[in-house]
């Protein structure tokens, strides 16, 4: 079973009306906080959340994921760590700027996505080739 929730600017829309959410594949070998951590970092890196974008607060996030709220409370505090979010008591969490991933590489990456999807291989094999790959 998945889990979704909305992030972003309004909570679920991109700067371009798209649909941003996160998704908690309870069939993943992935812990939960590092699916949300990767997940945001992903979204900024390839531009779909920019500096200045607020995030839910980890209360509303973990209630949307029906997680626990420390497990997004640490997974803000290693985006924050990395320099990708700016947090603090009181405050609402926010993008920081940072540099994204090239357009020719995510438009190969959309490529190998779609033909992945086409040829019914599911997104932790692809994830893995990719993986396989790098080395």
Do not use: C
């Amino acid at each position: 079973m998945n889990t979704t929730a909305g992030i972003g600017p309004a909570h679920g829309t991109g700067p371009n009306g798209g649909d941003l959410r996160i998704v908690i594949r309870e069939s993943s070998p992935m812990p939960v906080r590092e699916q949300i951590r990767s997940q945001i970092e992903g979204l900024v890196r390839i531009g779909a959340l920019t500096a200045g974008d607020r995030l839910p607060s980890v209360r509303q996030l973990a209630g949307d994921l029906r997680v626990a709220p420390g497990t997004v409370a640490k997974a803000y505090a290693e985006l924050a760590e990395q320099g990708v979010i700016d947090t603090g008591l009181g405050r609402a969490a926010r993008v920081r700027s940072v540099d994204s991933v090239p357009q020719e590489l995510l438009d190969a990456v959309r490529v190998y996505a779609a033909e992945a999807k086409r040829r019914g291989v599911s997104l932790d094999d692809a994830i893995s080739a990719l993986r396989a790959q790098w080395r």
